[in-house]
């Protein structure tokens, strides 16, 4: 791991999302460039890089929080794909928004799923 | 496994935190011994019985969806219990709570930090 | 109905909760008066003085909103009590914080069961 | 009321919102089928089946529910489909809105008047 | 400032977005024209009307609220608008952004940020 | 203003709030470190340390999201405390509270103004 904060942040982005990473920061190199630097600095290069969770687990989490708080589908998204490159299967996704129903009721369950949908569906196109 | 769905969630209700469930059973028993069968029979006889995801990972997914809501500090401290006896470590619920501080901000995070804090403190005593 | 928004407002609120609403004011008269006459005038005055939906329907509106939301404790407890003024019965509430475990989850379902329960007992003591 | 949890859920997706729901199972059916099971048995097998509350009660209290969390528009107007259906009247579904400002903020009443705009404009052109 | 309440709201509706209040005025003609006449009265009339902050403060708290909150992204908009028109400045704006990541989470925070994007390219665009 | 983030960081804790930040930093102590060095370093040395807003503002942004939410009262507390160290009045921090009923309603609003009546009755009494 590089020892410098936002080196380590790129190294980790590359590893989980890179394309989605690209496209944000490059939506905000117009507005607020800073904001994309704490993303990195801060979301991956401080906190993703720590050991005691390791990257699947850490996704399982992102998912988790995003599909409960509901808020933030293009996060949610974008986090789907990093799940899976992070070495989470899709039936592994499946089943965690399954068990959002529990803790944050039906509708984000079903708005998780359709997302995981879609997004597994852009991915097949893909490739 | 059982294949009656009570008898099911009961079991799995054994192995995550029986004295909680019992706890909260004895209280709702009053008022509506339903939602108990409910929460037996669905959240745990239906979900958490289900293969895909292992039961600490489950409770990765329940302390993360609890921790980012922000709205039920009983359940996440039961939880944080379930964590630990379905094998998560301490050290895992820490970094939990420490990223989700990305998704849900810094009092979200400080919040269930404190509260593992506190949960941690009370097995301690209790051993 | 009296036609000026605050005698209007104040004469909702001796139909549903008056003791909890005078409690409210007491508490605000030292801080912000402006809001308890905000709360009269607008909530009661304006909004539960319409026609469209009768007393009953707007407690369980409120109490619907404010378990789903579960940010609220003591607006929820005082409109349980509410809502009983209004003419709903313990049964109605009851399956009404059921319901909202389809909505929004066990836990808030849950924390709205426990606070209903406690308002019944409370009651229960005082008659 | 069948004594099947499934066919009892089916029976009552059928008077409430049999379009919607055959839609969403559809939809659901390539990724999770079991989380529309879920749905039929749980929600509406279990729940709404329930006594205590009638069919347009049950749609108030989900509709408040969603219109305060504002966090699933496609699901609050599926439910004011099956408000309607279940026998509120457009006026009811308006006045329940109105009062969602005093407990979530006008953004949301706002947002779940203008939702219930396009339903009943999309009813109306239907028929 | 007029005395009457539904005057003081429509001329600080004037000030702050007089377009974006038409709008949505138009738009709720048709269903509810009493909620366009509440959040003049009220939301207008009787809360930014008041002493105490001035105009762009207010604004700072509006924007501050609804990027936390997240459920609202037409109100977070037309609020950035009337930002500009109270006289804060973008780089405020953008500083108000960046600062929820801390209180709500990045996803919040760069919602927020790509919300205030949309609308200084609109702004340059129609001048 | 230092050029290292950590004392950067401690020196605006230092202006705003510095017995909170101490009482929360020695509470995590035993627990995650780490997170008081993250509050630090990210939320004050990087964020709040920033030019374009004034730190009276930040608090305006810090209070109206914490109020909005409801879902972290001690935070809310402390930058109560904190928004009076930074120039903000009593006046308008009650004029904050009050605006917040427009976008997350009015129990939000109430939780917040008797947050801010108990902190400034404390200060008072420690006067």
Redesign the interface.
Known sequence: MPSDRHARGLAILQQINPKSADA?FA??A???P??SR??TE??YG???A?P??NLA??E???L?????????T??LKSHIVGALNAGCTR??I??????????????????G??A??EV?AMLDQAS
Chains 1, 2, 3, 4, 5, 6 share one sequence.
């Open positions: 944000l939506e905000l117009a507005i607020c800073d904001l704490f993303v801060f979301a401080d906190i993703y720590r005691g969770l687990q850490r399982l989490v992102t988790s929080a995003l599909a409960a708080l509901g808020n933030a293009p996060q039936q592994e499946i089943e965690l928004m399954l068990q959002i129903s529990v803790y944050a009721g039906f509708p984000a369950a079903i708005n799923m359709l995981a949908k597994f």
